[in-house]
T-cell receptor, first 114, second 115 residues
Framework: AQKITQTQPGMFVQEKEAVTLDCTYD???????LFWYKQPSSGEMIFLIY??????QNATEGRYSLNFQKARKSANLVISASQLGDSAMYFC???????????FGAGTRLFVKA | NAGVTQTPKFRILKIGQSMTLQCAQD?????MYWYRQDPGMGLKLIYY???????DKGEVPNGYNVSRSTTEDFPLRLELAAPSQTSVYFC??????????????FGEGSRLTVL
């Protein structure tokens, strides 16, 4: 069975500093995709970044990067130069390639301090 | 572009009432989903559909029904509402083409309270 684990219910970071949000996953499939979504206090879900299991390079999208360690089954999100607008809930998610279902972790709430 | 449109955004139901949450997408996505998000929690999959006429249960289907008569629409029916169904409901869709990442496109959510 697939599972996503986010062990940090809440994280604090100082503005302009970098922060790492942890995500570990479990799957028996060899081909899968990992995602991070942001949910601001307004409630919408915003796609941030994607990493395929066969991608050799870590994904990057602007200030977001995904630290993918396949052997450890971890897909941590790194946010560089944190901004006040980064304060939100962050969800790690996974979908097996060719599958239909995306499953989500419980989320990490990030607070950025001025 | 409208993307994924959900209605209503807010609704209060009495125990035992029924209602339908509407979801429509204009991106010609084959895959559509309904998730629920309880306070402070992640998203749980209720039902999903891989195309018109095809639906299947997710993790938490009890108390819900869906139909998919067209590619665009994927309504979620709540029968005999219970307080445990108080939640925020998200409809989402995704591409099904080879090579696509499978990123989900979400509606804005529907906040349902059952009293």
């Amino acid at each position: 069975a697939q599972k996503i684990t986010q062990t940090q219910p809440g994280m604090f970071v100082q503005e302009k500093e970098a922060v790492t949000l942890d995500c570990t996953y479990d799957t028996s499939d060899q081909s899968y995709g990992l995602f991070w979504y942001k949910q601001p206090s307004s409630g919408e879900m915003i796609f941030l970044i994607y990493q395929g299991s066969y991608d050799e390079q870590n994904a990057t999208e602007g200030r977001y990067s995904l630290n993918f360690q396949k052997a450890r089954k971890s897909a941590n999100l790194v946010i560089s130069a944190s901004q006040l607008g980064d304060s939100a809930m962050y969800f790690c998610a996974m979908r097996n390639t060719g599958g239909f279902k995306t499953i989500f972790g419980a989320g990490t709430r990030l607070f950025v301090k001025a | 572009n409208a993307g994924v449109t959900q209605t209503p955004k807010f609704r209060i139901l009495k125990i035992g009432q029924s209602m339908t949450l509407q979801c429509a997408q204009d991106m010609n996505h084959n895959y559509m989903y309904w998730y629920r998000q309880d306070p402070g929690m992640g998203l749980k999959l209720i039902y999903y559909s891989v195309g018109a006429g095809i639906t299947d249960k997710g993790e938490v289907p009890n108390g819900y029904n869906v139909s998919r008569s067209t590619t665009e629409d994927f309504p979620l029916r709540l029968e005999l509402a219970a307080p445990s169904q108080t939640s925020v409901y998200f409809c989402a869709s995704s591409y099904s083409r080879a090579g696509d990442t499978g990123e989900l496109f979400f509606g804005e959510g529907s906040r349902l309270t059952v009293l």
